[in-house]
DNA sequence: CCAAAATACAGGAAAAATCCTATTAAAAAA
DNA sequence: TTTTTTAATAGGATTTTTCCTGTATTTTGG
């Protein structure tokens, strides 16, 4: 059976130590091979030009300089599909799990998973196309429900700035000079996203924002 | 030389698949030798009870549930000071390097390390006692310079409630009410942390304690 | 073209937030 | 024990914020 030709993986992940560390492991799978890892995203891009032939399978860690998960597995997707990308992160947020999946990675596994398990989703990646773990089942399942549907605010174009500008120390007056607007119309914004956002105040405005990553830090 | 006594080595972290591709590879090494691992603080202590000798060399990552890299490191630089505890971890945050080299760390890098690094550094840290990378170092000397000293603003008890509440819709009348507090002992309470913080209102507050970390979202 | 909805803006007023200057009692330092 | 500091509060004044109702002008779907 070592006749028999091994599956090719990539990892990309900054993190040398690990890359290395799950190389060691995966090599040992004697189903599987790693021909290469990368740092990043850019970096995997030249690393499979100078390779003749594609891995089977890339490992993809999220959290990266340069080119993130996210780009990464949208180039992927786009410019080398018969590649089955698996995600690797450190976090279960839903937001991210399904961005990842959204972009087209084929499975999604936090890296606290169980080495036999990792090689049990390596097998059915390859056997099936797909490894969706319990976790990501559910997380799907989840964002399914009602309430996730309907939420999603769209904001004007003018209510965002706003929403935006009134995360400062800025007072509505400045506010409404800056935006080349009537303090009234700055009134009526305000109203309209106390109402449509369910705070009471300015501090909630800046929550929300917050929360939503509408603003930064 | 494999007579030669191995250095041995527990790994504390709860990322399954990083512990035991990181095994993997430490045992790679001729020197050393991984004698068992734990998902966390806790972990750690019950296998040091049931193992008959210490390990080494404990290499410890910090974000963990259940006891976390500090508490840990300190719980083994008080109770168990001759194993060498390195510092494992994926930030290089200022303050949380620091924070495990005051608990008696005795190294700390970063996930990316490369894999000939991390040989150096458990080589490093059975001869010297120690392994401070540069960019350690450079860490600690950062945090001597003069800035760093005078800064760090001191919140009282009432002070920092008072900060964390008004992070929230709530009205200074009703924070009072809850902090069982006259309005116009609050007002004193905002006047001062205006000062202190060189804010002009309450979003500045909101802004001021998210990029501290004093609340969470 | 027309009614309906959306947009920018006003008036007016109550509620909250902000600012400044004191006072009093308790706690800490000298 | 005096002196100094600190903590909790008041009074009173000004801004800002928040709320509600209403209007003129556009924009839009039928």
């Excluded at 009526?188 to 109402?195: K, P, T, W």
């Amino acid at each position: 059976m070592s006749s028999k030709k091994k599956h090719t993986i990539a990892i990309v992940d900054d993190h040398l130590l690990f890359a290395s560390s799950l190389e060691r492991l995966i090599n040992s799978f004697p189903e599987f091979e790693v021909i290469f890892h990368a740092r990043h995203g850019l970096e995997l891009q030249k690393a499979l030009e100078q390779h003749g032939s594609l891995p089977d399978i890339v490992l993809l860690d999220i959290n990266m300089p340069v080119m993130d998960g996210f780009e990464t597995v949208k180039w992927l997707t786009e410019n080398k599909e018969e590649i089955k990308v698996l995600a690797l992160s450190v976090e279960d947020d839903e937001k991210t799990v399904l961005k990842m999946i959204r972009e087209g990675a084929k499975g999604y596994f936090l890296k606290d998973i169980h080495p036999d398990d990792l090689k049990l989703a390596l097998v059915e990646v390859i056997s099936k196309g797909y490894y969706y773990s319990e976790m990501v089942t559910s997380t799907m399942v989840e964002s399914l429900k009602p309430e996730n549907k309907v939420q999603k605010i769209r904001f004007k174009e003018n209510e965002l700035t706003f929403l935006q500008l009134a995360c400062s120390e800025m007072t509505y007056k400045q506010i409404a000079d800056v935006m080349h607007l009537s303090p009234k119309t700055i009134d009526g914004y305000r109203q309209e996203l106390f109402n449509k956002l369910h705070v009471k105040n300015r501090v909630g405005l800046v929550i929300y924002a917050l929360k939503n990553g509408l603003i930064e830090l």
